[in-house]
């Protein structure tokens, strides 16, 4: 077997998540050497963090590293909290702490997610909240309606999309729906509701604890004080924004608001963000 060291150069330094294109045997002797596993491989036990971009999951990370992994969110970077509650997009490697992981992810459903907490936030204030990330990712402005009507730069699909495939859990995991909306009235239930589900109950003061450390001042806070080490979240725009209910109400202008509720009003009906 390689010298850890070795490995870690193979791998492209001494995080593993940097890694470009390990060879295949080089990975086998890292992660048998470390502990870590490549990402996808995936235990029943595992918990998915799953919503369209822009739903909560980021805040999601912090609020479980924080409520059932005893993170202190004070001084922890943003790297510690990946490494605990792992980005399935960026990262290419997740060593499991803990016999339950939670892992954030934005993709449809598969088949090797069995455990999973669907995010589900008004499509409207998605949508508003989306297009600010992809003007700071793209460094340029961009036409809100031709992206609504298009969906193009849109990951993985378009919102109503998105929600009618994780409702339709075409896989048979095991599921819960936490909506945004909810989490923004009373994050303590919620974690609790989320404890349960993943087999982590918590004691109330620990869960509003965790709540009052990610909250939304905290967390943007935490974005001028910490760099994020998600490559995909823009350095040059503030992810952490405005987090309200009703964004879209003086943000998405009447033709975008048109265009959207022309394809996704029927699922916004079906999900009670419209009547």
């Known amino acids: 077997m390689r010298p850890l060291q070795e490995l870690r150069k193979m791998l492209g330094g001494d995080s593993p998540d940097r890694a470009t294109a390990p060879g295949p045997e080089a990975g086998k002797e890292f992660c048998a050497a470390t502990g870590f596993r490549p990402i996808g491989q995936f235990a029943e036990t595992h918990v998915f963090i799953v919503g369209y971009p822009k739903s909560g999951n980021t805040w999601m990370q912090y609020l479980v590293a924080s409520a059932f992994y005893g993170m202190d969110l004070e001084v922890a970077s943003d790297a510690l909290v990946q490494d605990l509650a792992p980005d399935v997009h960026f990262k290419k490697f997740f060593k499991p702490y803990f016999p339950v ?133 823009p350095k040059n725009k503030q992810f952490v924004r405005r987090g309200e209910i009703g964004s879209h109400r003086d943000e998405m202008p009447p033709a975008v608001r048109e265009a959207f509720m022309k394809e996704a009003g029927a699922m916004m009906r079906r999900t009670g963000y419209w009547s």
């Open 101 to 233: 992981t939670f892992f954030k992810s934005h993709f449809l459903p598969r088949p090797d997610y069995r455990r999973v907490i669907y995010l589900l936030r008004d499509g409207r204030d998605v949508m508003v909240s989306y297009w600010h990330y992809l003007e700071g990712l793209c460094g340029k402005k961009m036409d809100f309606l031709e992206l609504v009507e298009t969906g193009e730069g849109l990951f993985p699909c378009k919102w109503h999309e998105h929600v009618a495939s994780w409702l339709a859990n075409p896989h048979g995991a095991q599921m819960i729906t936490v909506r945004y909306e909810d989490l923004i009235k009373d994050a303590a239930a919620e974690l609790g509701r989320i404890g349960e589900f993943a087999g982590l109950p918590r004691e109330t003061g620990a869960l509003e604890a965790a709540v009052r450390s990610a909250s939304f001042p905290a967390m943007k806070q935490r974005e001028a004080s910490f760099a994020w080490e998600n490559p995909q979240i």
